[in-house]
């Protein structure tokens, strides 16, 4: 087991890691939008979808995984009212690869996020 870190996606803010790899396969924690420095992106659904995904991007990379070897998503919304939106920036970075998904809508996030996703990836 290898515990996955970067300083290119946010700190963890609890008593968990970023990800890790178990034979060759990467498992995220979930992301927010938060910046690699911490600060919260308090923008629209799309802003912080596409913060979550720089943050997945920069794990995934540090796993020695990427966005085309990831196998399942998980999605947790505010509120699904959003999904059209969250749905479509998801499919800017899942056009081509289609992983598996699930999506659901949930009471309350972390620092009040929209959107929180994690997702299990082959490593290369």
Known sequence: MKIVSTNQAPAA??????????????????QIPLTAQGEMIN???????HQVFQNLQAVLSEAGASLETV?????????MEMFGAFNHVYGEYFHAHKPARSCVEVARLPKDALVE???VALVK
């Open 43 to 49: 923008g629209t659904i799309e802003e912080q979808t």
């Open 117 to 119: 996703i994690e997702v």
């Open 71 to 79: 196998v399942k998503a998980t999605v947790f919304l505010k509120d």
């Open 13 to 30: 803010i609890g008593p968990y890691s970023q990800g890790i790899t178990v034979n060759n396969v990467f498992y995220s924690s979930g």
